[in-house]
Nanobody, 116 residues
Framework: VQLQASGGGLVQSGGSLRLSCAASGSQFNFSTMSWAWYRRPPGKDREMVAT???????DYADFVKGRFTISKDNHKNMVYLQMDSLGSEDTGRYYC?????????WGRGTQVTVSS
């Protein structure tokens, strides 16, 4: 499974961005997979941002609750991360991941930079 994230860029504090992740490949069932967004802030370890299970259960890191929304489109094989009320602390490289036991897949990520 190949994952291609897009939608990152430079945004002012308080602004919004929508990240997209396109999943492709052969012999995989998008709708049965779990999905997540992670990020790596500058100089810090990678951290979980949001998860979305096959049955549409979501979970968010405390630092994005109420601001970010993860969603997917099973027909388009797409995963999204709507990010609102962005702050400088949200700067980092954002990665889309997909999992179906025992496999996990990572994309190369997309850079988000929030200017204060």
């Amino acid at each position: 499974v190949q994952l291609q994230a897009s939608g990152g860029g430079l945004v002012q504090s308080g602004g919004s961005l929508r990240l997209s992740c396109a999943a492709s490949g052969s012999q995989f069932n998008f709708s049965t997979m779990s999905w997540a967004w992670y990020r790596r802030p500058p100089g810090k370890d990678r951290e979980m941002v949001a998860t979305l299970t096959a049955d549409d259960t979501t979970d968010y890191a405390d630092f994005v609750k109420g601001r970010f929304t993860i969603s997917k489109d099973n027909h388009k094989n797409m995963v999204y991360l709507q990010m609102d009320s962005l702050g400088s602390e949200d700067t980092g490289r954002y990665y889309c991941t997909g999992r179906i036991w025992p496999m996990g897949y990572w994309g190369r990520g997309t850079q988000v930079t929030v200017s204060s």
